[in-house]
């Protein structure tokens, strides 16, 4: 964790410690305005409504009629989807303090959350004609809100979009503007809209962060990483920005630099499960399997019922050919989460290894009813048959995959289990119908039966089918 961090944090404990020992006494009672902001915020952030509310109700006590508190009152109401007590809380302020924008503005969002979503937009509008700059920015995001609760994306987009015309560093519609892109999808907009912000504004935190998110989802993934690396150096404590870029990095295989991102996550914040899980994943792929290990212990330590992490635990094993070891790891994944073709595929993989063909091939089997659709769990069936001399179930294993399945590596696996058969012919004849439907699959059919490589028919049928340049 970052120094300023702990020192904020430890700011607050220290705050509410305050605070705790004012309530026992019954005198609430602070010199100045700013821990009763500070509670709240902290309190909110926290999503402790009732506390939140309840520190309000105490700053109003000490210093009667405050505008901010009382708006910031109102705000919690809605929060909690009490619109009818923020209205009345609205009223007072109005009659106290008449012509605010802020009372205006939620006050349409109070009227919203009550249904009358026509009166509030109308509400929003009238505010408009007086308004410029942040002020009409500020409006722009609550007629959003407006919108997003009707589920109304694409207007939403839209509203957002004028609100950064006026504020491009507007953080509220900033923020709204990530999630809503995904509902309407807008994401080549969402750059071209994010990229103008930076281009006034290179330090625009959430603009860079909005640009990762929608060139991600392009799979421009070499401008995401930068757009997320940008985001995160121009603010340092900026969370997300670290791990969505460490994710992105973990979805192209670029793994060092995965690492570098989650190094950065543990040595600046709080560390959860997924980080641990994330991190051993690099360590795995990276071949560093004892390190990997380490790394996914600590993810069950946070998270004692993830299957995802046992099963990369068993995976460690397998890859260092430990297979009494994997196979354990593998049974607690299963016995979280039983319908899991991938860890069915990989204990029966690991059985396999260790001699136990019965257990290997009553897994083989699960996988594939598990999700019958996918082809590999009928290939893995059928090779583990092939290579026990069971051919007459491989080919039925294989039939019972076309009626559920489609690819070409069910063809390359029929044609391997022919030619491991000696029916020859036919091999030749399922190959000559693998490789007109995908030629470039081909390849398979040596994972298969890896002899066929210097086969001289193989070669020459292959010759034939082979793509000119």
Same mark, same amino acid.
């Given at each position: 964790?970052?120094?300023?961090?702990?020192?904020?944090? =430890?700011?607050?404990?220290?705050?509410?410690?305050?605070?705790?020992?004012?309530?026992?006494?019954?005198?609430?009672?602070?010199?100045?305005?700013? /821990?009763?902001?500070?509670?709240?915020?902290?309190?909110?952030?926290?999503?402790?409504?009732?506390?939140?509310?309840?520190?309000?109700?105490?700053?109003?006590?000490?210093?009667?009629?405050?505008?901010?508190?009382?708006?910031? +009152?109102?705000?919690?109401?809605?929060? +909690?989807?009490?619109?009818?007590?923020?209205?009345?809380?609205?009223?007072?302020?109005?009659?106290?303090?008449?012509?605010?924008?802020?009372?205006?503005?939620?006050?349409?969002?109070? *009227?919203?959350?009550?249904? !009358?979503?026509?009166?509030?937009?109308?509400? &929003?509008?009238?505010?408009?004609?007086?308004?410029?700059?942040?002020?009409?920015?500020? @409006?722009?995001?609550?007629?959003?809100?407006?919108?997003?609760?009707?589920?109304?994306?694409?207007?939403?987009?839209?509203?957002? $979009?004028?609100?950064?015309?006026?504020?491009?560093?507007?953080?509220?519609?900033?923020?709204?503007?990530?999630?809503?892109?995904?509902?309407?999808?807008?994401? %080549?907009?969402?750059?071209? #809209?994010?990229? $103008?912000?930076?281009?006034?504004? /290179?330090?625009?935190?959430?603009?860079?962060?909005?640009?990762?998110?929608?060139?991600?989802? *392009?799979?421009?993934?070499?401008?995401?990483?930068?757009?997320?690396?940008?985001?995160?150096?121009?603010?340092?404590?900026? %969370?997300?920005?670290?791990?969505?870029?460490?994710?992105?990095?973990?979805?192209?295989?670029?793994?060092?630099?995965?690492?570098?991102?989650? =190094?950065?996550?543990?040595?600046?914040?709080?560390?959860?499960?997924?980080?641990?899980?994330?991190?051993?994943?690099?360590?795995?792929?990276?071949?560093?399997?004892?390190?990997?290990?380490?790394?996914? =212990?600590?993810?069950?330590?946070?998270?004692?019922?993830?299957?995802?992490?046992?099963?990369?635990?068993?995976?460690?094993?397998?890859?260092?050919?430990?297979?009494? $070891?994997?196979?354990?790891?593998?049974?607690?994944?299963?016995?979280? %989460?039983?319908?899991?073709?991938?860890?069915?595929?990989?204990?029966?993989?690991?059985?396999?290894?260790?001699?136990?063909? $019965?257990?290997?091939?009553?897994?083989?089997?699960?996988?594939?009813?598990?999700?019958?659709?996918?082809?590999?769990?009928?290939?893995?069936?059928?090779?583990? #048959?092939?290579?026990?001399?069971?051919?007459?179930?491989?080919?039925?294993?294989?039939? %019972?995959?076309?009626?559920?399945?489609?690819?070409?590596?069910?063809?390359?696996?029929?044609?391997?289990?022919?030619?491991?058969?000696?029916?020859?012919?036919?091999?030749?004849?399922?190959?000559?119908?693998? &490789?007109?439907?995908?030629?470039?699959?081909?390849?398979?059919?040596?994972? &298969? !039966?890896?002899?066929?490589?210097?086969?001289?028919?193989?070669?020459?049928? @292959?010759?034939?089918?082979?793509?000119?340049?």
């Amino acid at each position: 964790m970052g120094h300023s961090n702990f020192t904020d944090r =430890q700011a607050i404990f220290n705050l509410i410690s305050t605070y705790e020992d004012m309530l026992e006494k019954n005198q609430v009672n602070f010199a100045n305005h700013l /821990p009763y902001h500070a509670l709240v915020n902290y309190y909110e952030r926290e999503c402790l409504l009732d506390r939140a509310l309840e520190v309000v109700e105490h700053a109003i006590r000490q210093v009667g009629y405050d505008v901010d508190f009382f708006l910031r +009152k109102a705000e919690l109401l809605l929060e +909690k989807k009490e619109p009818t007590q923020a209205l009345s809380l609205l009223d007072q302020v109005d009659a106290k303090t008449p012509n605010l924008l802020n009372t205006a503005i939620l006050r349409a969002e109070s *009227l919203a959350m009550m249904g !009358m979503h026509d009166q509030g937009i109308a509400l &929003l509008d009238g505010l408009k004609y007086c308004a410029d700059g942040e002020d009409l920015s500020k @409006i722009f995001v609550c007629e959003a809100m407006i919108y997003d609760s009707l589920k109304e994306y694409e207007r939403m987009f839209y509203v957002l $979009k004028a609100a950064l015309h006026e504020d491009p560093s507007n953080t509220e519609a900033l923020s709204r503007m990530w999630y809503v892109v995904e509902y309407a999808r807008k994401h %080549e907009e969402s750059v071209e #809209l994010h990229e $103008k912000i930076v281009d006034e504004d /290179p330090y625009n935190a959430l603009a860079w962060y909005n640009i990762g998110a929608s060139q991600a989802y *392009l799979c421009n993934y070499e401008a995401s990483i930068e757009a997320y690396e940008y985001a995160y150096l121009s603010k340092d404590d900026f %969370e997300f920005a670290y791990r969505e870029c460490a994710d992105v990095c973990l979805l192209t295989r670029n793994f060092q630099k995965a690492l570098g991102c989650y =190094q950065d996550l543990l040595e600046r914040f709080e560390p959860d499960a997924d980080l641990f899980l994330n991190i051993g994943k690099c360590y795995e792929e990276l071949g560093n399997y004892l390190v990997a290990r380490d790394f996914f =212990q600590r993810s069950v330590e946070f998270d004692p019922y993830c299957a995802e992490v046992q099963f990369h635990i068993g995976r460690c094993f397998a890859k260092q050919k430990q297979w009494l $070891k994997a196979v354990a790891a593998f049974q607690k994944a299963i016995k979280l %989460e039983e319908k899991n073709e991938d860890y069915l595929a990989a204990i029966a993989v690991a059985y396999a290894n260790t001699g136990n063909l $019965k257990k290997a091939l009553r897994y083989f089997r699960e996988a594939a009813d598990c999700a019958p659709e996918l082809p590999e769990h009928w290939v893995n069936l059928a090779h583990f #048959l092939m290579k026990n001399r069971q051919f007459d179930e491989a080919i039925d294993a294989l039939d %019972e995959a076309d009626d559920n399945a489609w690819g070409p590596e069910l063809l390359y696996c029929r044609s391997a289990c022919l030619f491991e058969m000696g029916n020859k012919s036919e091999a030749l004849f399922v190959l000559e119908e693998a &490789l007109y439907e995908d030629f470039d699959s081909h390849t398979a059919l040596f994972r &298969l !039966m890896p002899v066929l490589e210097k086969d001289k028919e193989v070669k020459a049928v @292959i010759a034939i089918f082979q793509p000119e340049e």
